[in-house]
């Protein structure tokens, strides 16, 4: 106890010696990502981007000109972060480019974006962007286009690769656009992907893949670090290898492939609002009329009502039970991956149709726990997990001092009803004061 007063004394020097205005937020009850848990009557002192102090609210002492936010009665948790976004394909065909969706992230309480492969220039454009305008956008953190075989099957954001030899010098570009992941995608043939995990690695980058040609075992083998979507893992449990309604997760493959993920610690995004907004279920009136559906602008909608025809040949073909039982075995597998231990990343594959940026992230999350998640362990996983996929947790993720001061103040309580993610007071981004209505004013609705 000594030792942690004379931390908040230290701390509290500090920010008396700091010209910034001090913004205090007082006896809230904060999130602890680590821990997992909620710990009452705790102070926050910020001053610029960091947090300067955090601990129970006798021990810190409130500078006499700093801002007081009286949180009793509030919870406070890290910015969420949203590990699976695109900010070029899908806008690109509504005729939106992706700095104008930014804010829509923002007033939701996600203060960072992971963009999982796009057009290298124009996400790097919309990266410059959120920068700039740091009040009304999240971190944007950039990878690669898709990387793919020859045709790439999204040619607007994939890349063509026919050889290994061709990946070292993708790879070293791609850095010098300030990327931090590397994107293999389904038809990327495998001793390219197998190069692009070797050449990655060498330059400390992460890895992840949207498996199809290349092997949930082989990507394994290879040192692979993420896993995007669930049907990277459940597509090579299937008894056809042509229906992905065959999924059996009663095998021992299945039981041995949890273990091996759960094991060598690789990250899964299940990412299930894409298959539960996109792709099985676009003839179901209540998922096209989900609330968060109207706040997205016109075009958008507009799009998203023209592509869900191109799904009922696919996804959203055959019995709606059946795709109802498929949807469910994928949120019975995620469970079985978290109970293994292995780590679950919290992402949305917004803005896809049915997928709005923002709202589907507390979607996901609900969806998370309806697979087995305890409210707590999603919420972990959609801060301090995230950030760490992002190689970002000593600056991300949690509430503590040093950390970036990416904070929300909620009006409910997560842990009881992780829906009160949405119960959102104000928003904090690099120590910045926000209300998320004023947020929303930047965003456009035609």
Excluded at 65 to 78: Q, S
Excluded at 229 to 250: A, C, K, N, Q
Excluded at 270 to 296: C, H, K, R, S
Aim: aromatic share 6%; proline share 7%.
């Amino acid at each position: 106890m000594r030792f942690r007063i004379l931390i908040s004394a230290l701390l509290l020097t500090k920010v008396l010696s700091i010209s910034g205005a001090v913004l205090a937020i007082r006896q809230a009850t904060v999130f602890d990502s680590e821990a997992k848990r909620l710990v009452p009557d705790q102070t926050i002192l910020i001053c610029d981007e960091r947090i300067l102090a955090v601990g129970p609210t006798r021990e810190i002492g409130i500078p006499s000109k700093a801002h007081v936010i009286e949180a009793r009665g509030r919870y406070v948790i890290p910015g969420l972060i949203d590990a699976h976004t695109h900010v070029v394909t899908v806008l690109y065909w509504a005729q939106i480019t992706g700095d104008e969706l930014l804010p829509y992230y923002l007033a939701q309480g996600v203060t960072t974006i992971r963009n999982t492969g796009d057009a290298i220039a124009a996400s790097r454009l919309v990266q410059r962007y959120a920068v700039e305008h740091p009040a009304i956008s999240p971190r944007v953190f950039l990878a690669s286009p898709l990387i793919d075989g020859d045709p790439p099957i999204h040619r607007d954001i994939g890349w063509p690769f026919s050889s290994p030899e061709q990946v070292p010098s993708f790879v070293e570009d791609m850095q010098k656009w300030g990327i931090t992941t590397l994107k293999i995608y389904a038809r990327c043939p495998p001793e390219v992907a197998h190069k692009v995990i070797e050449e990655g690695h060498r330059r400390g980058l992460v890895v992840t893949a949207h498996l199809g040609r290349y092997s949930v075992d082989d990507a394994i083998a290879d040192g692979i670090d993420c896993l995007e979507h669930i049907e990277s893992v459940s597509d090579f449990l299937r008894t056809d290898p042509h229906d992905r309604h065959s999924l059996d997760l009663t095998t021992e493959r299945a039981r041995s492939l949890v273990e091996t993920l759960a094991r060598r610690k690789i990250f899964v995004d299940p990412t299930l609002m894409v298959f539960w907004g996109t792709l099985f279920f676009a003839d179901v009136p209540e998922i096209i009329q989900d609330a968060d559906n109207a706040y997205v602008p016109r075009r958008l909608q507009e799009f998203w009502a023209k592509d869900r025809k191109t799904r009922l040949d696919n996804y959203s073909a055959g019995p709606l039970e059946r795709r109802r039982a498929t949807f469910r075995k994928y949120q019975e597998l995620v469970g079985m991956l978290h109970r293994a231990g292995v780590p679950l990343l919290v992402g949305t594959d917004a803005p896809e149709p049915q997928v709005p940026p923002g709202y589907s992230l507390h979607h996901e999350m609900e969806l998370l726990v309806e697979s087995g998640l305890p409210p707590a362990d999603v919420l972990a996983a959609a801060t301090l997990q995230n950030a760490r996929v992002l190689k970002q947790d000593t600056d991300l993720g949690t509430v503590a001092a040093g950390k970036r001061a990416d904070l929300l103040i909620l009006n409910g309580n997560p842990l009881e009803n992780i829906r009160n993610s949405r119960k959102i007071y104000r928003v904090i981004k690099g120590g910045r004061l926000l209300d998320p209505t004023v947020i929303l004013q930047s965003a456009p609705n035609d």
